[in-house]
């Protein structure tokens, strides 16, 4: 009996991504396409560059297949921050590209939005946890995560000392471990 | 940075906030301090649970064709059958299909009795690559460039298997590796050329090239590289150094662009010769 693409696991795929496999990789991609166009526009917050940070995601994908390695850790995250410094090259090769200082955050945060591939309970403790952050706390985490900041760089935008933002850091991440242990 | 300080900064580390210097003292730190290691691996899941958390997103059309259509047009990807590839169809397993290669081939092979097996099943392949030639006039002036060459490859390929002495080889496909992969050498023993004709094989992702190699029974040379077209399609001259009577076994593996000077991954496919 002939196995078909959609029943295969992800470290099936990628071995057959590695082996030249194209229609593996649109199978990949269909699995994963929505987290990751989701974060790369939670973090460039335009669809076209979304767009963009998204398919490069996918040829990095197609070109590094060979190198994943699932003892070091599950697709999901080598593909989200594979996503994630797509998006951040993109806002570091263009300065005029607007910096959103993240007060807004809250807002966009859909708590009861479904998680399709994810354990979603979890992660939903986990926005929560974030959403509960102090606006300072979340503000300083989604500038270094999300826009890829340093804390000095983030000191400078905030035009804060740079020891408060390192400590406003601390305190939200923290925060968040407790979030995942007590889960 | 004393160990008191990069525990601190751990956090910051797993966020991608720190500073470049700050980056490396800590990169060096937690390849000798298993404490700050385990701490980092729960910051870091803290991190990898901010990427993944993001509420689901419709996603917008037509984003799948476009990945196709960049890995056509990028330098060294191989030209898939965009045709079929983009159709719904696109999830049939082409490792698992039934092959009509080989049914094809057996038909055609039937009236053809008076050609020898080995020459018999080349004009079958050369039948079914002219075929996709034919297809492929259709396409774009650059496409109509790189089948005019093939049709002169294949010209020299006819006049090649018309010599005395020439014989064909058909290759064995590793399942493994290459499941649908065909392949056949012609080959004259008292002569240094030799072509190799392929289908089917795996387009390969950018930075790989298939590299032949053959071997005399003690050591190993490279016979050449290749990339294949749309349909997984080579036909490759291969020159060797002295008569291919010499050599026991052809065989092919996927090496990285400009080869190697040993095969350093598994064959796809081969045969003694």
Known sequence: MAERLQDLTDERLMGLISQGMQTALVEIHSRYISPVYALTLRILQQQHAAEDASQETFLRVWQKAATFDPARGSLVAWLMTIARNEAIAIIRSNRRFPVMLGEDEQATIDLNAPGKYLQDTEWRDLRLALVNLPAEQRQVIELAYFRGMTHEEIAAVLKLPPGTVKSRILLGMRKLRLALVEY | MKHEQIEEAIPLYALDAVNRREHQEIEAHLETCQACLDLFHEYQQVATGLLVSQPFLPVPAGMEERLLQRLDSSPGAVLPGSASNTSGAIYAPPYAAPLPWESRLRGWLAPQRALSAGLAAVAALLLVMNGV????????????????????????????????????????????????????????PDTTEAYLLVQS?????????????????????????????????????????VPLGNYKVLGITVEPDGGSPGPTSPRVIGNNL
Do not use: C, H
């Open chain 2, 133 to 188: 030639l034919l297809w492929q006039l259709n396409q774009t002036q650059q496409q109509v460039q790189q089948t005019t060459t093939q049709s002169l490859q294949l010209r020299n390929l006819i006049s090649e298997m018309s010599q005395q002495g020439s014989r064909t080889i058909v290759l064995q496909a590793e399942p493994a590796v290459a499941p649908d992969g065909k392949a056949a050498v012609i080959i004259n």
């Open chain 2, 201 to 241: 094989l795996p387009k390969l992702p950018q930075g790989r090239i298939y590299q032949i190699w053959l071997n005399d029974g003690k050591t190993r040379i490279s016979g050449g590289l290749f990339n294949v077209d749309a349909n997984g399609q080579a036909i490759v001259k291969i020159t060797a150094p």
